[in-house]
């Protein structure tokens, strides 16, 4: 088990999902640490549904440990900031720094556009 201080940018999480009751998988982009609230992770979804046009999916090579279970895809767009230790159930796997470099580009991509 990772504990909440312990994650950083590429790792992959179950956490709390605010778009329903259950969780999902997230991958964590940036850890900026507040002084009024401590570290809090900057992090975007993660699907396994394949409808997504934009999604960028993940191929067993984009993982720097075993890859999830199912074929995944990305969510750039769909930013989550996870508070505390009680938002993340466990840490998952991680992914490389080239293909988590790639999800925080479309991220940026969306924002500037």
Known sequence: MTAFEDLERG????ASD????????????GS???????????T?????KTYHEDSLTLQNDDYDDDPLGERSHVLPWSLVTLNSAADVDHY?????????????SQLIDYISS
């Not at 778009?19 to 998988?25: H, I, M, Q």
């Not at 900026?32 to 900057?42: M, R």
């Not at 975007?44 to 396994?48: D, E, G, H, K, Y």
């Not at 998952?92 to 925080?104: N, P, Q």
Request: aromatic share 6%; no cysteine; glycine share 4%.
């Open 92 to 104: 998952l796997t991680s992914l490389v720094d080239e293909r988590t470099e790639d999800v925080a």
């Open 11 to 14: 790792d992959i999480v179950w």
């Open 32 to 42: 900026p640490e507040f002084p009024n609230h401590g570290v809090q992770f900057i």
């Open 44 to 48: 975007v979804l993660i699907s396994t």
């Open 18 to 29: 605010p778009l329903s009751e259950k969780g999902r998988p997230m991958l964590v982009l």
